[in-house]
T-cell receptor
Framework: SQTIHQWPATLVQPVGSPLSLECTVE??????LYWYRQAAGRGLQLLFY??????ISSEVPQNLSASRPQDRQFILSSKKLLLSDSGFYLC????????????FGPGTRLTVT | KNEVEQSPQNLTAQEGEFITINCSYS?????LHWLQQHPGGGIVSLFM???GKKKHGRLIATINIQEKHSSLHITASHPRDSAVYIC????????????????FGKGTKLSVIP
């Protein structure tokens, strides 16, 4: 069966510090991968998606970047965090080639102080 | 205007009540999803539907494609149903290699009181 992992579960970081959140998927190959952010009082917003190793599409201009160094690994990064980067970050995956369903990880709650 | 609108934003119900959460969307979709987000933040998928009606236990989801509207019903509500319920629609994006992507409503926070 497929599972998706995210870590850390919670993170408190000062403004200006770097960020690295990791997401890994087990039990499937060549998945589509997604990073979402849920800011306080707002709906989930797609940040990045990837259809393959090294292929990253960004949905909104921002202070964050994403990378996919391996087939089932998706990393969200920032060189210098802003207060506005606080939120709940969710990684998700879907099967390639026409699947509508996405499966979500447990999420990382990031607080920038 | 958001592409996906949910109502109500907040809902408080007594245990045992019948609950309805509504979702309207303004774009052509491939499918509509109902998700449940627990207080800790984890999200689980409840339903994915593109027509008609689906039922799972005390949960029922319906969709009217012509009216671009979906409802999530909970019968005999229970305090453990307290959560945020999120409507999301799948649309196909042609950018890059293309993929189905989700657009989310802001969620409905449900509190069921014993």
């Amino acid at each position: 069966s497929q599972t998706i992992h995210q870590w850390p579960a919670t993170l408190v970081q000062p403004v200006g510090s770097p960020l690295s959140l990791e997401c890994t998927v087990e039990g499937t190959s060549n998945p589509n991968l997604y990073w979402y952010r849920q800011a306080a009082g707002r709906g989930l917003q797609l940040l990045f998606y990837s259809v393959g190793i090294g292929q990253i599409s960004s949905e909104v201009p921002q202070n964050l970047s994403a990378s996919r160094p391996q087939d089932r690994q998706f990393i969200l990064s920032s060189k210098k965090l802003l207060l506005s980067d606080s939120g709940f970050y969710l990684c998700a995956w879907s099967v390639q080639a026409g699947s509508y369903e996405q499966y979500f990880g447990p999420g990382t709650r990031l607080t920038v102080t | 205007k958001n592409e996906v609108e949910q109502s109500p934003q907040n809902l408080t119900a007594q245990e045992g009540e019948f609950i309805t959460i509504n979702c309207s969307y303004s774009v052509g979709i491939s499918a509509l999803h109902w998700l449940q987000q627990h207080p800790g933040g984890g999200i689980v998928s409840l339903f994915m539907l593109s027509s008609g009606k689906k039922k799972h236990g005390r949960l029922i989801a319906t969709i009217n494609i012509q009216e671009k509207h979906s409802s999530l019903h909970i019968t005999a509500s229970h305090p453990r149903d307290s959560a945020v319920y999120i409507c999301a629609v799948s649309t196909f994006r042609h950018s890059g290699a293309g993929s189905y992507q989700l657009t989310f409503g802001k969620g409905t926070k449900l509190s069921v009181i014993p």
